[in-house]
């Protein structure tokens, strides 16, 4: 499924406002899509998880 995500990365010891259009997330819960969408957006911004905040996925 493809989803948009409103997220938060920490660049330069500031949490920067950004989205990004994930295409083909899976899960059969909300639980697994949240952490398929981090997945995603770690391998995206080539960050640690815990620079990521997700915001809201939609």
Known sequence: MDL?????????QKFV???AELTEVVGGN????????????VLLENVPEEHIKI????
Not at 4 to 12: L, M
Not at 30 to 41: N, S, V
Request: aromatic letters at 8%.
């Open 30 to 41: 909300p639980i697994e899509i949240y952490h398929h969408a981090i997945e995603k957006l």
């Open 55 to 58: 915001v809201s996925i939609g």
């Open 17 to 19: 406002d950004k989205v």
């Open 4 to 12: 948009q995500v409103a997220y938060k990365v920490k660049i330069n």
